[in-house]
């Protein structure tokens, strides 16, 4: 069974980076099958997509966000990472990681998700 | 990117059946058959319940089904139960190469 498990500081000071890691079991990172992502949510609303890898190290961001992320893949490692930088207290959300399947809007697997808050 | 747009709230009683729509453009819905709807009970990752407009994954309940027509998709959900209570996303990919989500909607089972 597959498994995604996020994990990184929960407290981040303003204008420092959020780093996070998604480490995959289960399955490997390096399926072409499958694109791996992050989604937040901040506290009382929907998620929102922040962008996606593919194993060859191919990245897809979400615009709003794009000059301040940085998703990475460790194919010897399983993982993949997010890297926020210049973070706000709006940027203080749960944060996913997820797999979805190539050519479709199957987002199937998601991991359980992390808080990180944005305060000094 | 703008939000999908749903309807904040929706309720029904058991047994009842429900509809919750997700309105875009034709950038995003009307586009594509790459719409999703992911349920979340509170405290929980969201769920795949529906994906590219009308498949259910496996091990999700055959009352749960979905549309699309034009810029709007639907999740229909028949025979409700006290357990379907829960926020409901749906979710699009677009012509700018990115996924947008709607804003979510509240079920309640009365």
């Known amino acids: 069974q597959l498994q995604l498990q996020e994990s990184g500081p929960g407290l981040v000071k303003p204008s420092e980076t959020l780093s996070l890691t998604c480490t995959v079991s289960?399955?490997?990172?390096?399926?072409?099958?499958?694109?791996w992502g992050w989604i937040r949510q901040p506290p009382g609303r929907g998620p929102e997509w922040i962008g996606t890898?593919?194993?060859?190290?191919?990245?897809y961001y979400n615009p709003s966000l794009k000059s301040r992320v940085t998703i990475s893949v460790d194919t010897s490692k399983n993982q993949f990472s997010l890297e926020l930088r210049s973070v706000t207290a709006a940027d203080t959300a749960v944060y996913y990681c997820?797999?979805?399947?190539?050519?479709?809007?199957?987002?199937?697997?998601w991991g359980q998700g992390t808080l990180v808050t944005v305060s000094s | 990117q703008s939000a999908l747009t749903q309807p904040a709230s929706v309720s029904g009683s058991p047994g009842q059946s429900i509809t919750i729509s997700c309105t875009g453009t034709?950038?995003?819905?009307?586009?594509?058959?790459?719409v999703s709807w992911y349920q979340q009970h509170p405290g929980k990752a969201p769920k795949l319940m529906i994906y590219?407009?009308?498949n259910r994954p496996s091990g999700v309940s055959n009352r749960f089904s979905g549309s699309k027509s034009g810029n709007t998709a639907s999740l229909t959900i028949s025979g409700l139960q006290a357990e379907d209570e829960a926020d409901y996303y749906c979710?699009?990919?677009?012509?700018?190469?990115?996924?947008?989500f709607g804003g979510g909607t509240k079920l309640t089972v009365l």
């Open positions: 289960g399955g490997s990172i390096s399926s072409g099958d499958y694109y």
């Open positions: 034709s950038s995003d819905v009307g586009g594509y058959n790459y």
């Open positions: 890898i593919y194993y060859d190290g191919a990245t």
């Open positions: 590219d407009v009308s």
């Open positions: 997820t797999r979805r399947r190539r050519s479709s809007s199957n987002r199937d697997y």
């Open positions: 979710n699009s990919y677009t012509t700018s190469g990115t996924w947008v």
